[in-house]
């Protein structure tokens, strides 16, 4: 009997499943029991594969059934299976709702084939892959938020809100007795702080805040 980790692989576009079919197939640390262009798919051939995927490698951007609406469908099907989610979306509200409907990794698809079977590894060893810009965004949504009003000099608020009434930056700097240099500069450190890149972006989060 086989010792390698039976796994399936779950995407739509021929190319990218042949790419990935030929790397990982051909490690001896898998057995690809079956190959699907959908969720649909992987369901109906499910019945007939050798032996039951452990691992599910599975694309997000599917047609029918998504890659996240496919994971509670795969893992009711097979409980003991863990499912990796990979896709061309870094963005963090995708990443929540695979991690919520119970992927245990999400990589992007520029990941090297090599580190596509890094993470499949890692997650027989307990492990959840994710790449790099997947990882900072988790990191940034458990970082605690400190307060604005901690996070923002006393002269910082000034300045924000003379902005916030809608003066320029030289009428801020004639209201605060600054220059229009130490303005900008002022600003530079409100955006770092708040983590925005523009007026409209700091007015809409200190209104959120």
Do not use: W
């Amino acid at each position: 009997m086989s010792t390698a980790t039976p796994l399936a692989i779950i995407e739509d576009d021929p190319s990218i499943r042949q790419s990935y079919m030929t790397y990982l197939c051909a490690q001896p640390e898998f057995d690809c029991v079956l190959v699907a262009g959908s969720v649909e798919e992987f369901l109906e051939m499910l019945p007939s594969a050798p032996r039951p995927p452990r691992l599910v490698l599975s694309d997000i951007g599917l047609p029918g059934v998504t890659g996240i609406e496919g994971v509670t469908l795969i893992k009711r099907a097979l409980p003991k299976a863990e499912v990796v989610l990979i896709t061309v979306y870094a963005d963090p509200e995708r990443l929540f709702q695979a991690l919520c409907a119970g992927a245990v990794g999400y990589l992007l698809k520029s990941t090297m084939l090599r580190d596509v079977k890094a993470g499949l590894l890692e997650v027989l060893d307990g492990g959840s892959p994710m790449s790099p810009a997947i990882a900072r965004h988790v990191v940034r949504h458990f970082q605690p938020a400190p307060a604005q009003t901690e996070v923002l000099t006393a002269r910082e608020l000034q300045l924000v809100q003379a902005i916030e009434e809608g003066l320029s930056y030289r009428l801020v700097a004639e209201r605060l007795g600054i220059t229009l240099n130490t303005v900008r500069t002022y600003i530079r450190r409100v955006y770092d702080k708040l983590e925005v890149t523009s007026k409209a972006e700091m007015v809409a989060k200190r209104r959120q805040g």
